[in-house]
C-alpha cells in the first residue's frame, strides 16, 4: 500500500512519520511545495522541534518514508492521500476574521482529481470546517475523468510538544465517512498499534464537527479558568488552589486548568472563530456569541497581563528593560503562531519598553517575523515608526541570564522547564532594583524568589 501526504507541516510530518514508523510495510511519501521545508525534513535538522521525533523519523526516514516536492507523482502513486494543508483563518472578503481559508484544501482537491489514478481514498487531516467533505467530494468528481473517489474526515488530536506520545497513545482516534470499505483501510493502519476500542468510526459531518467541538471545549476551559484568575486577583484566592480543588471532582477533572497568560497555538482561536462563523451562517446567533466570547475573554487575558506590567512598574516602562523568558506558544515546540508572547510584547512596544526576548527552541528571525507582523497598523508593511521601534527596542538574547541582565523585570510567557531551575540569586544580582518577575505561566517558586527580594506577580494570585 502506497500513502500520500500532502503539507509536511505540524501535523502531516509527524503523524505520517509514525504510521511509517508502525507500519514498515506501507509506503509513505510525504510532499509539500515548500522546498525548504522538504529539505529540512530530509536533514538531520528537522522543521519542527517535537520531543522523541527525530528517533521516530530517523527509524522510517530511507526505509519507508520518503519527503520530497514531487506532489504529482505522489499523489497518481497513492492509494490513500491525506490532505495535511494548513486552513488558516480568512483575512478577506467574506467571512474575513473568522471564517477557514479553504484556498489550499481546494487546491490539493482539483490536483487529486486530476492526477490519482485508480481508486484513490482521500482523508482530510486538517481541520475544516463541517461539509467541507461535501466540496471536496464535488470538486474530485467534476475534475476527474478515470480515478473514483472515498472521502474520509480522519482528524488530528495531537498536541504540539506531546505529538510523539500522542500519536504512539491517542485517547482515540476518529473516522468519519461513507464506505464502511474504505473506513476499515484506514483503520486497518491504525489497527497496527491503536486497540480497536479506540478507533471510533462516525459519519462524515460529526468527525468534521467533533475536531472543532474538542478543540473549543479545551479553549473553553481555559478561558474559564483564566477568568477566574482575574476574580481571584481581586478577592485573595489563589488559582491554583482553586484549580486544584475543582480539578478534583471527577466530573470537572484535573486538566487544562492551568491558568496562564492566555491560550496561543494554531488551533484553538482560529477553530473557535470558524465554529462562530459557522453558527451565525446557520442563523444560530446566540451560540456563535457564546462561544465567541472564549476568544475574548483571552484577548482580554492577554491584555490585562500587559496593561498589569504598565501599572505595576509605577505606570510606565518607556526605556525600561524587561526580559521576556518564553516565545512559543507553550512548551516543547518552537511553533509560534497566536503565541500570548506576542500580543504582550506589542503591547509592551508601544508603552516604548525595551524587550530582550530569550526562548530555548525559537529562532531571532522567527520573533522578529512575528514581532513584524503583529506591529502592523496599516495594510501589508510596517510604517518608518514601526519599524524603527522595533530595530530599536527589540534584542534577542541566546540566554535567560543574558535577557534578564541590566533588567527592571521579567516576565515570563511560555512554560520551558528550564526556567525554574535557574540560578536566581545570580539573576536578581543582574536586574536593577526593586526587581519585578511578572510569571504568566505560575511555573516559579513564588516564595523563594520572594525571600531573595523579587517583587513577584503571578496570575490569579493577589
Ligand atoms: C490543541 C489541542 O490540544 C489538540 O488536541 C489539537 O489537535 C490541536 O490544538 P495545541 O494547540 O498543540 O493542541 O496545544 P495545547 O496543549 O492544547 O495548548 C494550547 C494553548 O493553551 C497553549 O498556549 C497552552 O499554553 C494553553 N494552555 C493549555 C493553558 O494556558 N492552560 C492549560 O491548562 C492548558
Ligand atoms: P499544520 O500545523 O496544520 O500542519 P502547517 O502550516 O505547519 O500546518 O503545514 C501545512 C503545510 O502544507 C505547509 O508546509 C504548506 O507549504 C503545505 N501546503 C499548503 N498547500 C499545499 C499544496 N497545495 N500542496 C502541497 N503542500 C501544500
Known amino acids: 500500500m502506497k500513502i500520500c501526504c500532502i503539507g509536511a507541516g505540524y501535523v502531516g510530518g509527524p503523524t505520517m512519520a509514525m504510521i511509517a514508523m508502525k507500519c514498515p510495510e506501507i509506503s509513505v511519501h510525504v510532499v ?20 522523541g521525533l527525530d528517533a521516530v523519523v530517523q527509524e522510517a526516514r530511507g526505509r519507508n518514508l520518503t519527503f520530497s516536492t514531487d506532489v504529482e507523482t505522489a499523489i497518481a502513486e497513492a492509494d490513500i492521500v491525506f490532505i495535511s494543508v494548513n486552513t488558516p483563518t480568512k483575512t478577506y472578503g467574506i467571512g474575513a476574521g473568522r471564517a477557514a481559508n479553504l484556498e489550499f484544501v481546494e487546491k490539493c482537491a482539483r490536483q487529486i482529481g486530476r492526477v490519482a489514478q485508480g481508486h484513490t481514498i482521500v482523508v482530510e487531516k486538517s481541520t475544516l470546517p463541517v461539509r467541507t467533505a461535501e466540496a ?31 500519536l504512539l497513545n ?47 471545549f479545551l479553549a473553553q476551559r481555559v478561558s474559564s479558568i483564566n477568568a477566574m484568575s482575574a476574580l481571584c486577583e481581586a478577592t485573595g484566592a489563589d488559582v491554583d488552589e482553586v484549580a486544584k480543588a475543582i480539578g478534583t471532582d471527577s466530573r470537572i477533572g484535573p486538566k487544562f486548568l492551568k491558568a496562564s497568560v492566555g491560550f496561543g497555538g494554531s488551533c484553538f482561536q482560529k477553530d473557535i472563530l470558524n465554529l462562530v462563523y459557522l453558527c451565525s451562517h446557520f442563523g444560530l446567533q446566540e451560540v456563535a456569541e457564546y ?9 482580554y487575558q492577554k491584555r490585562r497581563f500587559a496593561e498589569s506590567i504598565v501599572k505595576t512598574m509605577f505606570n510606565t516602562v518607556s526605556s525600561k528593560r524587561i526580559a521576556i523568558w518564553g516565545w512559543a506558544f507553550k512548551k516543547d515546540t518552537n511553533d509560534t503562531r497566536e503565541s500570548a508572547a506576542i500580543y504582550v510584547c506589542r503591547d509592551l512596544l508601544r508603552e516604548r519598553a525595551q524587550l530582550h526576548i530569550y526562548d530555548p527552541r525559537v529562532s531571532k528571525a522567527r520573533i522578529l517575523e512575528d514581532l513584524e ?13 514601526e519599524r524603527e521601534l522595533i530595530e530599536k527596542n527589540v534584542h534577542v538574547a541566546t540566554t535567560s541570564y543574558e535577557a534578564a ?16 531551575t535557574l540560578d536566581f540569586d545570580r539573576v536578581y544580582q543582574g536586574m536593577h532594583q526593586p526587581a519585578f518577575v511578572f510569571d504568566g505561566r505560575n511555573i516559579l517558586n513564588h516564595s523563594k524568589l520572594a525571600q531573595i527580594g523579587f517583587e513577584v506577580h503571578a496570575i490569579g494570585k493577589k
Do not use: C
Open 32 to 51: 509539500d511545495l515548500n522546498a525548504d521545508r522538504i529539505a529540512a525534513w530530509n536533514s538531520s535538522e528537522l522543521p519542527i522541534y517535537e520531543p
Open 136 to 166: 471536496v467530494k464535488r470538486i474530485l468528481s467534476s475534475v476527474a475523468t478515470e480515478a473514483t473517489f472515498d472521502v474520509l474526515s480522519n482528524p488530528e488530536f495531537l498536541a504540539e510538544g506531546t505529538a510523539v506520545n500522542d
Open 170 to 216: 491517542p485517547d482515540r482516534v476518529l473516522i468519519g465517512g461513507e464506505s464502511a470499505e474504505a473506513i476499515q483501510t484506514l483503520a486497518d493502519i491504525y489497527g497496527n498499534w491503536v486497540p480497536s476500542e479506540r478507533i471510533l468510526t462516525t459519519n462524515l459531518w460529526s468527525s468534521e464537527l467533533s475536531k472543532l467541538t474538542a478543540n473549543a
Open 291 to 299: 462561544w465567541e466570547q472564549v476568544v475574548v475573554m483571552n484577548d
Open 373 to 385: 507582523i503583529v506591529m502592523r497598523t496599516n495594510g501589508d508593511s510596517l510604517s518608518n515608526s
Open 405 to 420: 541582565e541590566e533588567a527592571h523585570a521579567i516576565a515570563v510567557l511560555t512554560e520551558w522547564d528550564e526556567f525554574k
